[in-house]
């Protein structure tokens, strides 16, 4: 077993919604050789998709500092999301992705982000929002409270294609944690109907991972 393998189940293994999770993303960029990570955080998941060279740009220097100690990236930018282009000038990359960031933006600045987004990626651009508004507070001014909530029907007008991750709307509160007791069971339940149910039908699940083909 390669390290990159070990690492993916020793991280993965307690925790098989981020299982799934890393696994779709591996799949989407399997062929991209470039990554720009928008909003990339303290812990991206990306840090389990080796192989491209990771961009991160996040606007919380606290994060971004916690990003480099752990390596999460190759490369590192300390600006707002919403100036990535103009940080980053004329470069390009072959994926451009925002995981569980549009929605910290009001709806007007979401818009004007894949925008940019679309223009930043010469193959491909991910999007991961919860599914619909799911109310999220900030702590400690860390940028994470919800602005704006999101629609399957929103980004396939939009030309992306849209899948569901995280299992069932109903299973799952502020910060995607699980409602209910115990957590190891609803963790499996969650787990199962996303294999079997709403991966394939996105205005079920509590999060929506969408795709857009560009260039």
């Not at 994926?95 to 960031?101: G, I, N, S, T």
């Not at 799952?172 to 109907?193: C, D, I, N, T």
């Amino acid at each position: 077993m390669s390290r990159n393998s070990f690492n993916l189940w020793r991280e993965t293994l307690p925790n098989a919604a981020l299982l799934a999770f890393v696994l779709e993303l591996r799949r989407q960029l399997r062929d991209c050789r470039t990554v720009l990570d928008l909003g990339c955080g303290n812990c991206s998941p990306l840090r389990l998709v080796r192989g491209p060279h990771l961009v991160g740009v996040d606007g919380y220097a606290p994060s971004l500092e916690q990003a480099r100690a752990r390596g999460t990236h190759d490369e590192y930018h300390l600006a707002d999301v919403r100036r990535a282009a103009e940080v980053l000038g004329d470069r390009r990359f072959e994926a451009c992705v925002a995981l569980d960031v549009i929605e910290h933006l009001p709806k007007v600045d979401g818009w004007r982000l894949l925008e940019a987004m679309e223009q930043l990626a010469t193959r491909r651009v991910i999007i991961v929002t919860p599914n619909g508004f799911v109310p999220q507070r900030s702590r400690d001014g860390d940028l994470q409270e919800h602005l704006s909530g999101w629609l399957p029907a929103e980004f396939r007008a939009r030309g992306y294609h849209v899948l569901g991750m995280n299992g069932p709307k109903a299973l799952r509160g502020e910060y995607a944690a699980l409602r209910y007791q115990p957590k190891a069971f609803w963790g499996l339940v969650s787990f199962v109907a996303h294999c079997l149910y709403t991966r394939r039908h996105p205005d079920q699940a509590f999060t929506l991972f969408c795709v857009k083909q560009v260039g």
